[in-house]
C-alpha cells in the first residue's frame, strides 16, 4: 500500500513534520511514548507484511491530540461533524483519537484510509478493524514504557498471533479490574468467536 498524500510530499517529510509537531505540542513522556509505540508498530508492521513506514507514522501520531484540554476536543469534533460512539463522548479524553486522525489529514496530509483508521480506532479498537489498525492497538498497549504490564506479560503476548494478542490484551484488562468498554468488547466477541471457529473440527471429520 501507499501513503495517499500529495505528491511532492514524502514518507520522510511527512515523519520530520510530524515529529518537530509532536517535540513543540506533546509533553516529554508522551512524545517518548509515542515514538516507542512507532517503533514497535513498524516492526509488527514487519511481522506481519504491512508498509513499515505506514506503521511508523500511524505510531508516531496517535496521540498527537492526547494532551488537548477536553473542552477542545468536544470542539474539534463538534466543528468537524466526527461521529464518535456515545462511550467516548461520556469520557472525552477518549476522543483524543479522532481527533490525533483528524490532525493527521488536515495538518500533515495523510488520507491513508489504513493509517486514519488505525489512529482512529486505537483506544477502544472494535470490531471488523483492518491490519494496521489492530497492529498499533496491539503496539499502544505494549511499548516498552509501559508500566502497567510487566515483561514477562510483553514477552508471552508479542510472540502470539496478532488476534490472539488482542484478546489476551483485553483479558488481562479484565484481569486488572477494568470493564472493557462496547467496542471492545465487541471486537473481543468477533476475534474470540473466530478463534474458535478455528478451532472447530471440519465436519464430516
Known sequence: MALSIPADSTWNSVREKLDAFLRQTLSARRYKHSRAVAEL???LCLRFGYDAH??????????????????QLLEEVKQAGLETDAYETGNPVLLHAPVSALI???????????????VRRHTLGG???????KILFVADYCE???TFI???FRTACLRLPLERMIVYIIDNEKAR?????????????????????????????
Open 150 to 152: 510487566d515483561s514477562a
Open 144 to 146: 516498552p514504557g509501559r
Open 177 to 205: 479490574g477494568h470493564e472493557p468498554s462496547p467496542l471492545s468488547l465487541a471486537m473481543y466477541h468477533e476475534l474470540k468467536n473466530r478463534e474458535l471457529k478455528k478451532e472447530e473440527p471440519e465436519a464430516g471429520r
Open 127 to 133: 470490531p471488523g478493524m483492518g491490519l494496521l489498525a
Open 54 to 71: 505506514a506503521g511508523y507514522i500511524a505510531g508516531l501520531g496517535h496521540d498527537a491530540a492526547r494532551e488537548m484540554p477536553e473542552e
Open 41 to 43: 508498530c513498524q516492526a
Open 104 to 118: 493527521l489529514k488536515k495538518r500533515f496530509g495523510v488520507e491513508d484510509a489504513g493509517i486514519l483508521e488505525a
